[in-house]
């Protein structure tokens, strides 16, 4: 759960609470808004996680092959920059994007022995 936490820290997500009606968020697209990640999305995962982000904050990620790890980017669409970071530790990334585009750029896929590829990407 460890992992989840820095995830949900990351990218300034607010735990819902109550019953939520949330928009399944898959791996490749982003999302905004009520989202949940599927069950056994992640490596001992039993039940859905389910979050809302802050008002226009786009959220993405990718799962490692082992769903052993996990890469996650966000990026408000007014800004002009992107954030990730990946859960096998070490910094945080950015990237340019397009101010007042819901597009935050391409998730680097997770690896199961290192970290992603954080090629574009540069480390804060």
Partial sequence: MKKFGILIIMAAFVFAAGEVYAATLASGTAGTGDLSIAAGTFARQNDAITFTTSVNVYV????????????????????????????????IYSVAKTAGSTTIGTCPSAQDATSADWTGWVSQ
């Fill in 60 to 91: 993405d990620f990718t799962a490692s092959a082992s769903k052993e790890n996990y890469v996650v980017i966000a990026g408000h669409s007014s800004g002009d920059k992107a954030y990730g970071m990946d859960s096998t530790g070490g910094p």
